[in-house]
């Protein structure tokens, strides 16, 4: 009798441990919701997988292994500008290669520019989810607070640099930060570059996009 009692109250209290974890972890993501980063912290924490943060103490290269972190992060950098025409020259030779014709004067006069305004603008702004910095250390929560003074600025950088045709060079800094993709770590091709960019930049690749997006529908383009 007494052990029967025991189990009944022992599955009770296991029962409503679980429960409570289970709705506490629902609301947590519901309050993340719209958040990619903290999401998957939560899932990563629900399945005990804890994040590791890699880094390259050695690297391999043709002819000898790099233990100096500058020359490292030089190798790096060059093999990850360098990466792109490498795999590009495998696919031709590999007889893959995709041929796009495009008659230039379907072109002619097809692209109408029509400047941005600051509504266009701070609906981008706040469609862009990662509140992460960037490199020149500006988040979306920081930009936010004085956005009513910065937007009409950015409208008109945006909108100079479009009818220019031309993007400051200062503007195009960006951090890369090797991620571990797994496999030996000391191996470059087991890690991939993500770009930290200036929040200036993300504001103007999605307003050229858009851009963009509207010249097949005012040109003859086939």
């Given at each position: 009798m007494i052990l029967n009692e025991f189990e009944e109250l022992r599955n009770y209290v296991n029962n409503s441990k679980r429960n409570a974890k289970n709705e506490y972890y629902i609301n947590r993501l519901k309050i993340k919701?719209?958040?990619?980063?903290?999401?998957?912290?939560i899932v990563r924490e629900v399945i005990g997988c804890e994040k590791k943060d890699?880094?390259?103490?050695?690297?391999?290269?043709?002819n000898r292994i790099i233990h100096d972190k500058l020359e490292i992060a030089n190798y790096m950098g060059d093999y990850f500008s360098n990466i792109?025409?490498?795999?590009?020259?495998?696919?031709?030779?590999?007889g893959c290669a995709v041929n796009i014709n495009v008659n230039p004067t379907s072109m002619q006069n097809g692209f109408e520019f029509v400047p941005c305004n600051v509504e266009e603008v701070?609906?981008?702004?706040?469609s862009l989810?990662?509140?992460?910095?960037g490199v020149d250390g500006l988040n979306l929560k920081a930009f936010n607070y004085v956005s009513v003074y910065l937007l009409p600025v950015l409208v008109h950088l945006i909108?100079?640099?479009m009818v220019k045709g031309h993007f400051p060079s200062e503007l195009k800094r960006s951090k890369i930060i090797p991620l571990?993709?797994?496999?030996?770590?000391?191996?470059?091709?087991?890690?991939?570059?993500?770009?930290?960019?200036?929040?200036?930049?993300k504001d103007l690749k999605k307003m050229l996009l858009q851009t963009s997006l509207s010249v097949p529908q005012k040109s003859d383009m086939q």
């Open positions: 919701e719209g958040n990619i980063k903290d999401t998957w912290g890699m880094c390259i103490t050695n690297l391999k290269t043709s792109g025409s490498v795999i590009q020259n495998e696919v031709s030779r590999g701070e609906k981008i702004v706040c989810k990662s509140n992460s910095s909108n100079l640099s571990h993709k797994g496999g030996d770590p000391s191996e470059p091709c087991n890690w991939r570059p993500i770009s930290v960019v200036l929040q200036f930049m």
